[in-house]
T-cell receptor
Framework: RKEVEQDPGPFNVPEGATVAFNCTYS??????FFWYRQDCRKEPKLLMS???SGNEDGRFTAQLNRASQYISLLIRDSKLSDSATYLC??????????????FGAGTRLAVHP | DGGITQSPKYLFRKEGQNVTLSCEQN?????MYWYRQDPGQGLRLIYY???????QKGDIAEGYSVSREKKESFPLTVTSAQKNPTAFYLC??????????????FGQGTRLTVV
C-alpha cells in the first residue's frame, strides 16, 4: 500500500462547480498534512495546511479525519485558474520521526468554460 | 529575499557521466529534501536530511548520492548507476518538527536530460 493515495482524476468540471478531492494515508503517526498545487512544468506551491478541526480559506476547505486517516479538499465556485494538479502531502515517517514529507501522486483538475 | 535556489534549470548529461545538481536555501531551515518527478507522475522522495552531516534514503535512493556539509546546501549527485535519470528534480526545505508550520518550500527545479 502506498503511504499516501489520492483520487486518480482527472476531474473535468465547468466553471462554478464544486469539486472534492480525497486522500488517504497509511502512517497513523503522521503529524501534519498539507495540500499543494502544481501548475504544468512548475514547482509545487503550498495551497493550505490541514488542521485537525478543519479549515477554510476563501473557496477552499480542508478537512482531516484522523480515525479514518483521510484528508479532503473542497473547492467551491471553481474558476478557470483553478486548473492544476493538487497534491496531498503528509509529514511523518513509519518510525514516528518527523519531516519525511510524502507526496501523493496528485489529482489533475481541469475547469472549462 | 529568502528562498531556495536550484541550478541549473536545464541540464544535459551523456550516458555514463555523473552530474551534480545544486540546491541552496537561505531560509535557515534544518530539513532539506530531494524529489524526482516523471511526466504525469507525482513526486518521489530520493533523499532527505534533518540536520547537517546527516541524511536518510527516501523511496528511490539507488543511483543517487547526497551530502549535507552546510545547513544551506544539499547537493544531489546523479551517478552513472541511475539507469533512467531523465526527470524533473525538485529540492525543498522546511523547518523540523511535527506542527502545521512544517510545510516545504520548493526551488524551481532542474530538468535533467540524458543524451
Amino acid at each position: 500500500r502506498k503511504e499516501v493515495e489520492q483520487d486518480p482524476g482527472p476531474f473535468n468540471v465547468p466553471e462554478g462547480a464544486t469539486v472534492a478531492f480525497n486522500c488517504t494515508y497509511s502512517n497513523s503517526a503522521s503529524q501534519s498534512f498539507f495540500w499543494y498545487r502544481q501548475d504544468c512544468r512548475k514547482e509545487p506551491k503550498l495551497l493550505m495546511s490541514v488542521y485537525s478541526s478543519g479549515n477554510e480559506d476563501g473557496r477552499f476547505t480542508a478537512q482531516l479525519n484522523r480515525a479514518s486517516q483521510y484528508i479532503s479538499l473542497l473547492i467551491r465556485d471553481s474558476k478557470l485558474s483553478d486548473s492544476a494538479t493538487y497534491l496531498c502531502v503528509v509529514n511523518g515517517s513509519p518510525s514516528g520521526g518527523y519531516n519525511k514529507l510524502i507526496f501523493g501522486a496528485g489529482t489533475r483538475l481541469a475547469v472549462h468554460p | 529575499d529568502g528562498g531556495i535556489t536550484q541550478s541549473p534549470k536545464y541540464l544535459f548529461r551523456k550516458e555514463g557521466q555523473n552530474v551534480t545538481l545544486s540546491c541552496e536555501q537561505n531560509l535557515n531551515h534544518d530539513a532539506m529534501y530531494w524529489y524526482r518527478q516523471d511526466p504525469g507522475q507525482g513526486l518521489r522522495l530520493i533523499y532527505y536530511s534533518q540536520i547537517v552531516n546527516d541524511f536518510q534514503k527516501g523511496d528511490i535512493a539507488e543511483g543517487y548520492s547526497v551530502s549535507r556539509e552546510k545547513k544551506e546546501s544539499f547537493p544531489l549527485t546523479v551517478t552513472s548507476a541511475q539507469k533512467n535519470p531523465t526527470a524533473f528534480y525538485l529540492c525543498a526545505s522546511s523547518i523540523v518538527g511535527g506542527g502545521q508550520n512544517t510545510e516545504a518550500f520548493f526551488g524551481q527545479g532542474t530538468r535533467l536530460t540524458v543524451v
